[in-house]
């Protein structure tokens, strides 16, 4: 298991960005998915930050 902020192989819906940022802070991936889908329709900034992380975090090997 990784330390820091990784996107895991397992446990993907379309990128691993919400589950490599649940697996860091030791949180279920439903609530970080959950809060990700009501930012962007909410505010509409969430699309872009979630494609700029998926660039930024490393896959996990």
Known sequence: ?????VRPASE????GVCAGIAERFGVSVTPVRVLT????????VTIPI?????????CEE
């Not at 979630?50 to 490393?58: A, F, H, R």
């Open 50 to 58: 979630y494609m700029v992380l998926w660039i930024l975090i490393p």
């Open 12 to 15: 993907r819906m379309i990128a």
């Open 1 to 5: 298991m990784a330390t820091g902020l």
């Open 37 to 44: 889908v009501l930012f962007t329709v909410f505010f509409g």
